[in-house]
């Protein structure tokens, strides 16, 4: 059964950090990359960050590049995002995703076959 399983969402002030996880089952993680998408009220699915299974290559949004670092871990199947310097305009529900598409690019949500549940993401100022 494909499953993503996000986890360690929460609320945090601005500045602070936390780590977001998406645990994968065997089957997801033979997609060749997974990414992490973020969903305020009102605004659309945005990509924040993206991590190649076989050799960790990774892409950012702009808005986090510098803030935060996507990473994996292929003995768990498990994919992180660590958000340093969170801000409020951070706060969303996170989504993890795995992409099987080739051709596609990393950002365009529809190139992604698995999602998982998602976790929120608050920054109070």
């Known amino acids: 059964q494909v499953r993503l399983v996000e986890s360690g969402g929460g609320s945090v002030q601005a500045g602070g950090s936390l780590t977001l996880s998406c645990a994968a089952s065997?089957?997801?993680?033979?997609?060749?990359?997974m990414a992490w998408f973020r969903q305020a009220p009102g605004k659309e699915r945005e990509g924040v960050a993206s991590i190649y299974i076989s050799d960790g290559t990774t892409d950012y949004t702009d808005s986090v590049k510098g803030r935060f670092t996507v990473s994996r871990d292929n003995a768990k199947r498990t994919v992180y995002l660590q958000m340093n310097n969170v801000r409020p305009d951070d706060t969303a529900m996170y989504y993890c995703?795995?992409?099987?598409?080739?051709?596609?690019?990393?950002?365009?949500?529809?190139?992604?076959?698995?999602w998982g549940q998602g976790t929120q993401v608050t920054v109070s100022s």
């Open positions: 065997e089957y997801t993680y033979s997609s060749f990359s």
């Open positions: 995703a795995t992409r099987s598409r080739l051709g596609t690019r990393w950002y365009d949500a529809s190139a992604y076959n698995y």
